[in-house]
């Protein structure tokens, strides 16, 4: 199993220009989600998913889109990439938990992406 | 939402003592509090995690007490070992604490 993969794993954009981040999981997990690290901030949610055709917002969404239309694949977009946006984001997924709270969470190898 | 702080930022012990994290969250609903580690350039793994039902768990030199009073876990680290180096954070719910960077000195 590849477990958690994203494409592309580095990226350099010019200000203003879209891009569009690929995260698939073959552990048949339910929930995936989209952070951003930054030094010295940890891990922020940008957004999430609890399940196909889901998304909800995470503690920074703007300036970011998502979809989930395959239950594999967890999508993240940028429409109009800013300086600010310059970061490593990590996918992440993990199976679904009811009322136990969240699951542990497996992550990707991480995407760079310097916005200039 | 939820807040989750973590103390040290950094943390420097000579190999063979002990490294303790505190973190402390905010939401009393909160009810899986996960430690994962990330060594340079990689990817956060999870090292060990507790539910709310139990008070502490150990898996070899690593455990976690909890505290749902006083709403704080902390990782201890028992007999660090060189590759004990790493950054760690804490969790609960969605919210990471900012991490630790902890250094094992030889």
């Known amino acids: 199993n590849a477990g958690v993969t994203q494409t592309p794993k580095f990226r350099v954009l ?23 690290q930054d030094p010295g901030m940890g891990l922020r949610l940008i957004h999430y998913s609890v399940g196909e055709g889901t998304t909800a917002k995470g503690e920074v969404p703007d300036g970011y889109n998502v979809s989930r239309l395959k239950k594999q694949n967890f999508l993240l977009g940028l ?5 600010s946006q ?31 | ?6 103390h040290p930022s950094t943390l420097s012990v000579q190999e063979g003592d002990s490294a303790v994290i505190k973190c402390t969250y905010s939401d009393s609903a909160s009810n899986y509090f ?10 956060p793994q999870l090292i060990i ?23 704080h876990f902390s990782l201890h680290i028992t007999e660090t070992q060189p590759e004990d180096s790493a950054v ?19």
């Open chain 2, 49 to 71: 995690d507790i539910r709310s039902n139990v008070g502490e768990k150990k898996d070899q030199r690593i455990a976690v007490t909890l505290n749902k009073t006083a709403k």
């Open chain 2, 88 to 106: 760690y954070f804490c969790a609960a719910k969605l919210s990471f604490g900012a991490g630790t960077t902890v250094t094992v000195r030889a």
């Open chain 1, 86 to 116: 310059t970061s490593v984001y990590f996918c992440a997924s993990s199976g679904a938990s009811g009322r136990a709270g969240y699951n542990e969470q497996f992550f990707g190898p991480g995407t760079r992406l310097t916005v200039l």
């Open chain 1, 14 to 36: 010019k200000t203003g220009q879209s891009m569009t981040l690929l995260c698939a999981q073959d552990m048949n997990h339910e929930y995936m989600y989209w952070y951003r």
């Open chain 1, 79 to 83: 429409e109009s990439a800013a300086p």
């Open chain 2, 1 to 6: 939402g939820e807040n989750v702080e973590q």
């Open chain 2, 34 to 43: 996960p430690w994962y580690k990330q060594e340079l350039g990689k990817r």
